[in-house]
């Protein structure tokens, strides 16, 4: 289970390495590097994107489920969502002290039909303020996502008006630190036709992890960063889980994958090693299968905050690799194991 992270510890070193030879006038200098040559010279920075050490009495990661739910039953649904602080292995020898909706990261996958009554009844069970923003809803912000203190609770009432796959998130201030510390989560609005029967359904949330100390909140300036280095990218809150713990698909079999980019900051680009997508509704626009003109998809481009469905079908029994294609981030987590096998 033992996970090798050792390529930003390198690159932390090397940060280090540049710095040093340029506080001691060594090859590179302050010029070359693009400082100020009137400013007194440089205490050696934290290096950059440095994580931890890794904790090896940290407890394994929780596995996350990563088959999609059933649609709740009815029309009317009330759903008790609990924000709970949770110490969470989020990559062998590394915990991250998170906020949570529901004790998990992401949060749970909620799905409902259009045109539903969802009634979410929240109470904070955490040391301080949150706030819920469900995506799903069209609300004025100061109506019903309003902060709630520890021991208070809020319920968050809204009708599914459209389809989709929709996030859901803390919208407390810092929103950013909100979010990069744990709390989002999927809400999946089925169309009006309902979704057809397929053989597997899968829930994907791609995130980031920014690491702070080992058992303490994610490092707020290192997610504040403009152009982010987060420490891990990985699909439902763990990096590498589907690596180690590989997904059976059915060969010659339709697969579903809801997926959502809930950031904070980072693209996903999701792809399928060995497969085409023939179906994609991303934010509300449709490939659809068997068109006449023959499209295919073979990655699906996703901002924060936004979702897709997807379907394929894994052609040969074998291992499909599932990455986000930016391969930087395919390293720090950002990869599961779909493994098909012909069911007979
Ligand atoms: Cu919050």
Redesign the pocket.
Known sequence: MMLSIRRPRLLAVAVAGVLAAAVAGGPLSLVALGADPSMAPMAPAAPVGALPAPDPNAPPYTLFDPMAPAVLEGTEHDIDLP?VDRQMTVAPGYVVST?TFGGSVPGPTIRVHLGDTVRVHLTNH?S????IDFHASQTAMDHQMVDFAPGETLTYEFTADYAGVWMYH???QPTLL?IA?G?YGMLIVEPRSGFEPVDTELAFVQSEWYLGAQGQPIDFAKASAGAPAPDFVVFNGVANQYKENPISIPTKGRVRVFLLDAGPSIDSSYHIVGTIFDTVIKEGIELARDNPEGWGSQAVDLSPAQGAIIEFSPQEDGMYAMVTHAFNFVGRGAVGILQASSME
């Open positions: 924000i906020w955490g301080m303020s949150h706030s803390c919208g407390t909100h510390n709390m």
